[in-house]
């Protein structure tokens, strides 16, 4: 079953110097919200953020100085090549999280797949999550691992996860989160960050144009100024920091050649899924014009619909 995956491991005292990690977050300051593209069209001076910001380190043609830290952690690549059974691990994106004062769960998710030919920079994603949910394209599937690795321990800001399925209770990793890591498949493996906080007024909400950065005059505290006012201000070590690191995956130098130019084209996404809704006996077609219409992307949607796992915290994004 794809929606399964092996419980991921767990890797403590991961970075031998995290001040390496505190001076990278620092350089690379400011971060800013979270995109808006889930609420596209909202009005950058209306606060509606979270305080749960995001910043990429390394991804396509970027890569800050020092993010070698996490792109060539042996630990990573030895815990990779071990889960994956597999003897090539390609690190390509690094990116970190900082979360504070949210008084519910993230989304309950899988991340966003990709496959040879189609991804996020030539195919829309519900495209990517339904040709997921299909099961239909696992042959052209880039495999990936993903490590997420935690700074500190905050009040709470655990981690669901349910190695199992979504049919079965996640499990929890919170409590003694600081410099430990969990690396397994979360393309499949459906994950939720748990609430985060101080919790005293509730989820605290400011503006797109929010910036969080070590605060004036010092001292170790950070600070998120919005539209030119300090709206929060805390130690760095109260702050949910999260460092995320993906890697393509191949069994064998050789596989890694030999699938390479086996890519698939929209016309080829075409012909799978008219295949199959044809042998499901369904009535609808894969259409290469409607790919922005959103009457198709439900109808396509609803023949291989998303899995809900069970016990999932109710989301900040519930509702939207
Ligand atoms: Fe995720």
């Known amino acids: 079953m794809v929606h399964t995956a092996q419980p991921p491991v767990l890797l403590r005292d991961v970075i031998e110097d995290v001040d390496e990690v505190v001076a990278l977050l620092e350089r690379n300051a400011p971060y800013t919200p979270l995109g808006g593209w889930y609420r596209p069209g909202a009005d950058e001076d209306v606060a509606t953020c979270a305080m749960w910001f995001q910043k990429d380190w390394v991804h396509a043609d970027l890569a800050v100085a020092g993010s070698d830290l996490f792109q060539q952690c042996e630990r990573y690549h030895q815990a990779a090549r071990q889960f994956c059974d597999a003897q090539v691990i390609l690190p390509h994106s690094l ?10 769960a993230g989304p309950a998710h899988t991340d966003n797949p990709k496959f040879r030919g189609r991804e996020r920079k030539n195919t829309p994603m519900w495209l990517l999550r339904t040709m997921l949910w299909s099961e239909l394209f696992r042959r052209w599937e880039i495999v990936q ?3 997420i690795w935690w700074l500190n321990d905050v009040d709470e800001g655990g981690l669901l996860y349910w190695d199992e399925g979504p049919d079965e209770p996640p499990h929890r990793h919170v409590g003694a989160m600081a410099n430990t890591a969990l690396l397994g498949d979360n393309h499949h493996m459906f994950h ?47 702050f949910r920091i999260s460092v995320l690191w993906k890697a393509d995956v191949y069994e064998t130098e ?3 050649r030999a699938v390479a130019d086996d890519t698939l084209t929209f016309e080829d996404v075409a012909r799978v899924f008219d295949r199959d809704l044809a042998r499901r006996g369904e009535k609808l077609r894969f259409d290469l014009e409607g790919l ?21 915290q109710p989301s900040i994004f519930d509702g939207l």
Do not use: H
């Open 254 to 256: 050789k596989e890694c």
């Open 145 to 147: 691992a993903t490590s």
């Open 192 to 238: 939720q960050v748990e609430r985060v906080g101080p919790f005293d007024q509730g989820t605290r909400l400011v503006t797109q144009r929010a910036e969080l950065a070590p605060a004036d005059g010092g001292g170790g505290d950070w600070a998120v100024v919005d539209r030119g006012t300090e709206v929060f201000r805390a130690p760095l070590d109260r």
């Open 292 to 312: 922005e219409d959103l009457a198709f992307q439900e109808a396509l949607s609803a023949v291989y619909p998303e899995a809900r796992p069970v016990g999932a």
């Open 95 to 104: 990116y970190v999280n900082v979360m504070v004062g949210i008084d519910r």
